[in-house]
């Protein structure tokens, strides 16, 4: 019987709960697929995962008695130790620092204080005085304990230059000194090679603009919140930018204040400085935008609590078996922190974060044991990354990036896991980002394996492939991607699909109401680390490494690494 499943990878010659013989999808692409294979060995130790295990991860780490994971917080340190425990057991070496489990990221905790003040003040009438969380969040990026800001404010627009879109919101004016007004996301269009049409780039994110914003010497960003455009409401924007703030340090260029405004605060500076918004918004979306200022002042007063701390990423590695390929790598990832405790909020003040991302961290230790206890190892090695400070803005993969334990150059696949819903059996998989490397017929004709459809990001225009821990690998160089279910799950229709994710963005997403329920389905859960098992396997079989396809933004960092 071995000698038949080594020949090929069957799924459905042992069919697992979530794969019925029934009219699962089937993936839309109908170019003959290369041949998937796996060993005897890898095929065993593949079915030996489960939904239980990966329930139990998430019932411990999702606990109160984590306090939410938060990072540099006793929460977040008890899960790290809890993930490094697991690893040991299942008889991974440690590929931390100093032949231990833990990689020690340097940070700077930084919390704004109630003594900060925020005051718009336009040409004409009252100065606007901000209330915080509810009109407006804002950090320090100087790492100082305070900064004063009183300078004009400049509407930018998108905030971008993007030179091969032939894009240029500052159009070379001089904006050292400028607390910059600028819009969410990116131009909008339908066309694939303006700004990736639906799809936002990464510079459509926040993280860009302020980066760009810092590069040209502004002393502060102001971000217009809309729903539509950042693709989540206010309340992920307070919920994510109240208590401490954490960031790598740094001695870069910094701003002094990094801030957030709602849409109601944009629309009266706007009027009170004789604009209107409405024809603001529609000015930005053409190439002949030129910055404006406002006539108007931000006055700041940022008063910050700041510590110096270190969080830790964990990593163990599964050394290859192929002496010529084991100095190579598959790497595993997901986030383990969330935002721990907020003491300062009424009720119930844990942000447990069972879904974001305990559900991650449950498929990557299962992951982990299943190779770990397999009779048989991959040619390549498998590394295997709990890291840390996603939240705060892909810090802990930020800094694995730039410090991996096997050089960049020599990693052949990320595949990354963020948010996996435990709604049941997926007929759907969600590989946003594979198309853009050489693996993707392999992806292709695993999910033809595996009974799943492809579906194409469900919501491109949230740019979520620049929102998870992959994008910090990929900006080194290294295919990556994140594998989730799509929206399609057995027993309900795609609408059922799409109104429970818009619930849970809603209602949960970092919030505390995110926590474990003993009714969770982990089917799909256990689904979707079946198939990133057998897709890291394949990767680190193959004969040669995986690269981007050529074009892509990351070709030329990957050149650089080879």
């Known amino acids: 019987m071995l000698k038949i499943i080594s020949a090929s990878l069957v799924v459905c010659a042992s069919l697992p709960a979530w794969a019925d013989g029934g009219n699962a999808g089937h993936s839309k692409s109908s170019r003959p697929g290369p041949s998937v294979k796996l060993p005897g060995p890898a095929f065993v130790a593949l079915e030996t995962i489960t939904p239980d295990h990966i329930r139990w991860h998430v019932r411990y780490l999702s606990h109160d008695l984590l306090e939410g994971r938060g990072t540099g917080q006793r929460g977040g340190d008890v899960a790290a130790e809890y993930i490094a425990t697991q690893f040991a057991e299942y008889g991974l070496k440690p590929a931390g620092d100093h032949g231990t489990y833990m990689q020690k990221v340097p940070l700077v905790g930084v919390t704004t204080l109630p003594e900060t003040r925020f005051s718009l003040v336009p040409k004409q009438g009252e100065a606007m005085n901000l209330k915080p969380l509810d009109e407006y969040v804002a950090y320090d990026q100087t790492q100082q304990p305070q900064s004063e800001v009183d300078a004009d404010i400049v509407f930018v627009g998108y905030g971008i230059e993007a030179p091969e879109y032939n894009w240029d919101d500052y159009k070379g004016v001089d904006v050292r000194g400028k607390v910059l007004l600028m819009l969410v996301n990116e131009p909008p269009s339908d066309d694939p090679k303006f700004f990736k049409g639906k799809a936002l780039t990464y510079y459509g994110r926040w993280t860009y603009k302020y980066e760009e914003a810092a590069r040209k010497g502004a002393v502060g960003v102001i971000l217009i919140h809309q729903t539509q455009m950042a693709s989540y409401p206010w309340e992920v924007v307070r919920n994510s930018n109240s208590g401490e703030k954490s960031f790598l340090k740094s001695d870069g260029p910094a701003l002094k204040v990094a801030s957030w405004i709602h849409l109601d605060v944009a629309t009266r500076l706007a009027s009170a400085s004789g604009m209107n918004l409405e024809k603001m918004l529609q000015d930005a979306q053409s190439r002949e935008f030129h910055p404006v200022s406002l006539g108007a002042k931000l006055k700041a007063h940022m008063a910050s609590k700041v510590r110096n701390f270190e969080s830790n990423n964990v990593l ?131 999910a033809r394996e595996f009974r799943l459809a492809i579906r194409p990001d469900a919501l491109p225009e949230a740019g979520h492939f620049y929102r998870s821990d992959h994008f910090s690998l990929a900006r080194v160089g290294i295919p990556s991607f994140s594998i989730n279910e799509g929206m399609k799950f057995k027993g309900h229709t795609e609408a059922w699909g799409i109104e429970q994710e818009r619930d849970y963005v809603e209602k949960h997403y970092h919030q505390p109401s995110d926590e474990y329920h003993p009714e969770m389905d982990f089917v799909g859960d256990s689904a979707m680390a079946r198939f990133g098992f057998a897709l890291g396997w394949e990767a680190a079989s193959l004969p040669k490494r995986i690269e981007w396809q050529k074009g892509d933004e990351f070709e030329a960092v990957r050149a650089k690494t080879q």
Not at 326 to 344: L, N, Q
Not at 400 to 429: R, S
């Open 316 to 446: 163990a590695i599964l050394p290859g078996s192929d002496h010529s390929l084991a100095s190579e790598a598959v790497i595993y990832t997901a986030h383990y922190d969330h935002f721990g405790i907020r003491p300062d909020m009424p009720g119930d003040n844990i942000f447990n974060g069972a879904q974001d991302n305990a559900t991650g961290c449950g498929i990557l230790l299962e992951l982990a044991r299943a190779y770990g206890t397999a009779a048989q190892r991959p040619r390549r090695s498998i590394l295997f990354a709990a890291v840390t400070a996603e939240e705060q803005g892909l810090l802990g993969s930020e800094y694995l990036g730039k410090n991996p334990p096997v050089p960049a150059g020599k990693i052949t696949l990320d595949l990354n896991y963020d948010d996996v819903k435990p709604l049941g059996a997926p007929e759907e998989v969600e590989v946003s980002g594979a198309e853009r490397t050489t693996f993707y017929p392999v992806v292709e004709a695993m």
